[in-house]
């Protein structure tokens, strides 16, 4: 029998075109999963892998959000990490993050975010079976947590918020919460701050402005719950506008600002909106190297609190599935999938997202 074979898109150096490698498919060994790739989402930060800013080792496969359909379980697994049973045809949803529970920060902190291990297995093994997910087939390998989509749950709105749902899912739980009622700006409507404008509707946030670009975006932040937003196009003037998120704010500007930008600018421009007593949540920075220019006192003499957040736990992605499946008829979710690509095109694909073309795109293997 001829052994069969599957595509990846491989980033062998920053800069130069991804190349598509044909590698032989392997069985899944014990605790492993064998899925079959319909949804590769494709993020900004690959971008910015793809550019060198975030420097990888190495020859890797790209992709870090994945929809799958399980073809072979390897012995032992017969649920996914939240006790749910699964089996052959299932959809699944993952991210190539796995804890190690042997570090400081899994054992220690119990915050597995921080794990300092935790890439080990994503990042330089591009010639063997690989959790990333611009592939044809993927091999979640034991101890890599994964969850079963629901049946009522399309794959296309699970992926439209890819890693950015759960991502800010942990973002909202360290911020401490948004109350009904609370003014909130998001900075940013790529993925990340769709996300953010999604959990903070959903919390009773009110206004909620996002300040972002383009126009389409931005519409589709006004169908995840947005009261206004601003057009960096439009209002390309950071102090106009500020003014416009004081205006709409009886002139204290936002209880809550949420930087879903990625761009350094954006963080000079959120200490601007934030409201005395407010917090500042920063998400979107993650792979965006740069220094910008910060009176600290403001931070003292209005009891700002500034908050990090990086990556997510297991616990968001399964929470992700929760939200998508609870809130996906009424938030046009899939339809933030605008853009598909087969793996052999896996560049252009990257490239459309750095041109801000997209919503959402996704390599999408053809079945
Ligand atoms: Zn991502
Ligand atoms: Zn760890």
Same mark, same amino acid.
């Given at each position: 029998?001829?052994? %069969?074979?599957?595509? &990846? ?26 899925? %079959? ?38 012995? !032992?697994? @017969? ?11 299932? %959809? ?31 990042? !330089? ?15 979640? &390998? ?60 959903? @919390? ?8 972002? #670009? ?26 106009? &506008? ?9 002139? &204290? ?7 879903? #930008? ?5 963080? !000079? ?59 996906? %008829? ?38």
């Amino acid at each position: 029998m001829t052994q %069969r074979t599957g595509k &990846r898109a491989v980033l062998v150096a920053a800069n130069q075109p991804l190349e598509i490698w044909e590698r032989p498919v392997v069985d899944p060994g014990p605790g492993e999963v064998l899925a %079959r790739l319909t949804h590769g989402g494709v993020c900004g930060t690959d971008v910015h892998f793809w550019r060198g800013e975030v420097p990888l080792p190495g020859p890797v496969v790209l992709g870090h959000e994945g929809v799958a359909v399980i073809e072979m379980l390897g012995a !032992g697994v @017969s649920t996914d990490y939240a006790g749910t049973p699964v089996a052959v045809g299932d %959809r699944v949803y993952w991210q190539p993050v796995a804890p190690c529970q042997r570090c400081y920060a899994c054992t220690v902190l119990g915050d597995v975010s921080m794990c300092e291990n935790a890439f080990a297995g994503i990042f !330089g093994n591009a010639d063997g079976p690989t959790t990333a997910s611009y592939c044809d087939y993927a091999t979640l &390998r034991a101890g890599l947590p994964f969850y079963r989509v629901p049946d009522d749950t399309p794959s296309d709105a699970v992926i439209a918020l890819g890693c950015a749902l759960p991502t800010m899912l942990q973002g909202l739980e360290r911020l401490g919460g948004i109350r009904p009622g609370m003014s909130v700006v998001v900075q940013g409507c790529g993925p990340v701050g769709l996300a953010a404008t999604l959990l903070a509707h959903l @919390s009773g946030a009110a206004p909620l402005i996002v300040i972002g #670009a383009p126009a389409r975006r931005l519409a589709v932040a006004c169908q995840f719950g947005a009261t206004h937003t601003l057009d960096m196009d439009e209002l390309p003037d950071a102090a106009a &506008r500020a003014a416009r998120v004081r205006e709409l704010t009886g002139g &204290r500007g936002t209880d809550v600002v949420i930087e879903a #930008a990625g761009a350094v600018p954006a963080f !000079g421009e959120g200490l601007q909106l934030i409201a005395r007593g407010g917090r500042y949540l920063i998400v979107g920075l993650w792979s965006a190297p740069g220094t910008v220019p910060v009176e600290p006192r403001m931070i003292n003499n209005l009891n700002l609190r500034i908050i990090g957040t990086a990556l997510s736990q297991p616990r968001h992605l399964y929470q992700a599935l929760q939200v998508v499946q609870a809130h996906h %008829r009424r938030f046009p979710l899939a339809a933030a999938v605008t853009h598909r690509y087969r793996i052999e095109d896996s560049q252009q694909a990257l490239e459309a997202v750095a041109r801000l073309e997209t919503v959402k795109a996704v390599i999408a293997p053809a079945a």
